[in-house]
């Protein structure tokens, strides 16, 4: 008999603290967050245990293609026959997806378990379905609601894969992915990648616009309860509140963090014999500080792993962005760059001291993500103390911002002068109404700047600055751009690290 992966933090007390198949009865099942929040703590306080795989190891060989052309099958979807505007579909494991989700369906009676069947998928040519009495998890699982047009429901958010979730509105596709938390991302020591080990779906009422997950976390170093409120629109916004109960020291923790892909743009795309113009879900890290300054950073692909660490207090917003929003920016009929949307990290309250971290991995590929953004505080979390935190993601064109100021539209580089110096060209737009044109201020690290200019660019209405920099025997330099006029600032703020290889 096929049946789901039903654990309970009770269960870990004992087996020495590993996986118990063990199912809450529907009337002691957490079904609120305060429970979600209790089970994270008790969770907290014993050894970590980790679990046995969702399936058998020859799911784990699958291919792509292999674990695609397992299809879950809509007529098994939660919620499908009472019609409320809101389905789930679940995943199958295989793949690289392998770790085992409890799901619960909770309606006003309780919190009821959704067990795997082979029923409930069409298994393709390409995959040989599971024998009958396969102990068999489920992975994850999207919803669907009537983003795109009233009488059709799509795709709108999926979990799948550690704590790693994505979501999307109206004409959106995929592109940034968000995780519940990193810890020691890029570290020599290796990163440690905590899972949602369970999954409470709050059944919505016919005319709700907002449909609720709860998730419970575990790791080795930290357990915590999360609380999505997920609102699928043309921006689909999604509220998360989460409580952390670590289980030792952690120093180097990432909270709301963010996953993407950078290739090349139009700013570094020297060895890549492409069709296409540009190739990213995000070309920039854009940042709301607490004392009110508009930071724009353009993203990279480094020859070597680079890590930049933007202090602040209180921040009141960081995302990654895709600016590019024309065809013509990327020429990509099937991937559609210009299709994926801005994600932007809205804190609740005051997150104290810390620094937004941008993390740019080296790549040769557009299938790898290798750019991580999130909130690291200054302080580590100590074993025994809790943590409660509360943030908004905005998966939108445009973060949520309407102050009028100039933003950065495209940043081109190249050779300059005498071969040795490195060309920039900045292009803002939104320029707002002032009385002179502005001046740019343009300050480096290390090296000189030369033959800045900044002018109206009659063509298009942007505002163009250039300058050139000879890094003289530096490897490294950090620049910076703002239009000034007469009373302060009236663009941006345009950061850049130029490196030599």
């Given at each position: 008999m096929v049946r789901g992966l039903l654990w309970s933090a009770a269960a870990l007390s004992g087996a020495n603290g590993l996986g118990m198949r063990t199912a809450w009865a529907d009337d002691e099942a957490p079904t609120g967050f305060g429970d979600v929040v209790a089970q994270a703590q008790a969770l907290a306080e014993r050894e970590f245990g980790d679990r046995p795989p969702a399936g058998p190891g020859e799911l784990a060989e699958l291919t792509y293609d292999q674990y695609h052309d397992i299809r879950f099958r809509?007529?098994?979807?939660?919620?499908?026959?009472?019609?409320?505007?809101?389905?789930?579909?679940?995943?199958?494991?295989?793949?690289?997806?392998?770790?085992?989700?409890?799901?619960?369906?909770?309606?006003?009676?309780?919190?009821?378990?959704?067990?795997?069947?082979?029923?409930?998928?069409?298994?393709?040519?390409?995959?040989?379905?599971?024998?009958?009495?396969?102990?068999?998890?489920?992975?994850?699982?999207?919803?669907?609601?009537?983003?795109?047009?009233?009488?059709?429901?799509?795709?709108?958010?999926?979990?799948?894969?550690?704590?790693?979730?994505?979501?999307?509105?109206?004409?959106?596709?995929?592109?940034?992915?968000?995780?519940?938390?990193?810890?020691?991302t890029a570290d020599a020591d290796g990163e440690e990648f905590p899972d949602f080990t369970a999954f409470w779906l709050i059944r919505p009422v016919q005319g709700d616009s907002t449909m609720t997950v709860l998730a419970l976390m575990d790791s080795p170093s930290i357990a915590g309860a999360y609380r999505f409120q997920i609102r699928p629109g043309e921006s689909t916004v999604i509220d998360v509140d989460t409580v952390l109960f670590p289980r030792r020291q952690v120093a180097k923790i990432g909270l709301g963090p963010l996953t993407s892909m950078f290739l090349y743009d139009a700013s570094a795309r020297a060895g890549?014999?492409?069709?296409?113009?540009?190739?990213?879900?995000?070309?920039?890290?854009?940042?709301?500080?607490?004392?009110?300054?508009?930071?724009?950073?353009?993203?990279?692909?480094?020859?070597?792993?680079?890590?930049?660490?933007?202090?602040?207090?209180?921040?009141?917003?960081?995302?990654?962005?895709?600016?590019?929003?024309?065809?013509?920016?990327?020429?990509?009929?099937?991937?559609?760059?210009?299709?994926?949307?801005?994600?932007?990290?809205?804190?609740?309250?005051?997150?104290?001291?810390?620094?937004?971290?941008?993390?740019?991995?080296?790549?040769?590929?557009?299938?790898?993500?290798n750019i991580v953004a999130y909130w690291r505080p200054s302080a580590p979390f100590e074993p025994g103390s809790r943590t409660d935190l509360s943030y908004r993601l905005h998966y939108c064109s445009t973060p949520p911002d309407n102050v009028p100021l100039a933003r950065v539209a495209a940043t081109r580089g190249g050779r300059g002068g005498d071969g040795r110096r490195r060309l920039f060209v900045i292009d803002f737009v939104g320029l707002p109404a002032i009385e002179r044109m502005p001046r740019a201020e343009v300050s480096q690290s290390n090296g000189v700047i030369l033959n800045v200019m900044a002018e109206p660019n009659p063509v298009d209405g942007s505002y163009r600055v250039s300058f050139e920099v000879d890094p003289g025997d530096e490897s490294l330099v950090e620049l910076r751009v703002v239009l000034v006029g007469d009373a302060g600032p009236v663009s941006e703020t345009w950061l850049y690290r130029w490196t030599s290889a």
């Open positions: 809509r007529e098994h979807a939660l919620w499908v026959e009472q019609g409320l505007g809101f389905e789930v579909d679940l995943f199958h494991p295989g793949f690289r997806f392998m770790r085992p989700v409890e799901v619960y369906d909770v309606d006003g009676t309780g919190g009821h378990p959704v067990t795997l069947s082979p029923e409930m998928f069409d298994y393709g040519p390409r995959v040989t379905p599971p024998a009958s009495d396969t102990d068999l998890a489920f992975t994850g699982f999207r919803a669907r609601a009537p983003i795109n047009a009233p009488d059709r429901l799509d795709e709108f958010a999926v979990f799948q894969g550690g704590t790693r979730f994505r979501a999307a509105g109206s004409g959106q596709r995929y592109g940034v992915s968000a995780r519940g938390l990193a810890i020691n890549y014999d492409d069709f296409r113009t540009a190739v990213h879900n995000s070309d920039g890290l854009q940042m709301l500080t607490g004392n009110g300054e508009r930071i724009f950073r353009p993203l990279a692909n480094p020859s070597r792993l680079q890590i930049s660490a933007f202090q602040d207090t209180n921040p009141r917003g960081f995302g990654l962005v895709q600016r590019n929003r024309h065809f013509a920016d990327f020429q990509d009929l099937d991937s559609r760059f210009d299709l994926r949307p801005s994600t932007w990290v809205e804190p609740v309250g005051e997150w104290g001291p810390g620094s937004v971290v941008l993390v740019e991995i080296p790549t040769d590929a557009e299938t790898n993500d």
